[in-house]
């Protein structure tokens, strides 16, 4: 089972990412998956998820309204779409997978992908 992280990098404060995470070795239609963040210095940290049932979603209220994630079960990937990005939103950024409930104790955990927002 292996979660595979992508699509982080050096964008300008306002700018835009859309993260990716490829699952293989499990389905992810049968999960709820997620997204974290560790910023220099801070604990990791709650971003989004999404429920496996209904695409039921929840955001941080530090990135609601910023922030979308999606899932394509066809393509067995999780993205994150990231807009008006803000320095406050560096960090390296994590996947999730859990069978039950997506958390800090989730089952499955990609590398992480660093997201740096910079001018």
């Known amino acids: 089972v292996q979660l595979q992280a992508s699509g982080g990098g050096l964008v300008q404060p306002g700018g835009s990412l859309r993260l990716s995470c490829a699952g293989s070795?499990?389905?992810?239609?049968?999960?709820?998956m997620g997204w974290f963040r560790r910023a220099p210095g801070k604990e990791r940290e709650f971003v989004a998820a999404?429920?496996?049932?209904?695409?039921?979603?929840y955001y941080a209220d530090s990135v609601k309204g910023r922030f979308t994630i999606s899932r394509d079960n066809a393509k067995n990937t999780l993205y994150l779409q990231m807009n008006s990005l803000k320095p406050e939103d560096t960090a390296v950024y994590y996947c999730?997978?859990?069978?039950?409930?997506?958390?800090?104790?989730?089952?499955?955990w990609g590398q992480g992908t660093q997201v740096t927002v910079s001018s």
């Open positions: 070795g499990f389905t992810i239609s049968s999960y709820d």
């Open positions: 999730a997978a859990d069978p039950i409930s997506v958390g800090p104790f989730s089952d499955y």
């Open positions: 999404i429920r496996k049932s209904g695409g039921i979603t």
